[in-house]
């Protein structure tokens, strides 16, 4: 499976960015997704994640009620809409792909990852 994350650029505080996450090689729509994040200096960290159907969604404290997971399965692309950014919400995102349906919020359990988009926030 290869992961194609896009979407990233620099927004002010308070703006929004939908990031995308095409995969491609074989169909991801019976797998859980996930994105992380790593700002400049720190470990990467979870950000939100889904099950295979989207049904379930798991979001860190930070972006809980700010952002928002979902997928399209016909597109085999997941989304992340991000609103009300922060500049401590700097960083590269990267989007995940587990080999099994039970979305997870720990990186070690991910499989596939993309490349990362860098998402930049100015006050």
């Known amino acids: 499976v290869q992961l194609q994350a896009s979407g990233g650029g620099s927004v002010q505080a308070g703006g929004s960015l939908r990031l995308s996450c095409e995969a491609s090689g074989r169909t991801v729509s019976s797998a859980a997704m996930g994105w992380f994040r790593q700002a400049p200096g720190k470990e990467r960290e979870f950000v939100a994640a889904l099950n295979w159907s989207g049904d379930f969604t798991y979001y860190a404290s930070s972006v809980k009620g700010r952002f928002t997971i979902s997928r399209d399965n016909a597109k085999n692309t997941v989304y992340l809409q991000m609103n009300a950014l922060k500049p401590e919400d700097t960083a590269v995102y990267y989007c995940?792909?587990?080999?099994?349906?039970?979305?997870?919020?720990?990186?070690?359990?991910?499989?596939?990852w993309g490349q990362g988009t860098l998402v930049t926030v100015s006050s």
């Open positions: 995940a792909a587990r080999r099994v349906p039970a979305s997870a919020t720990s990186q070690a359990l991910y499989d596939y």
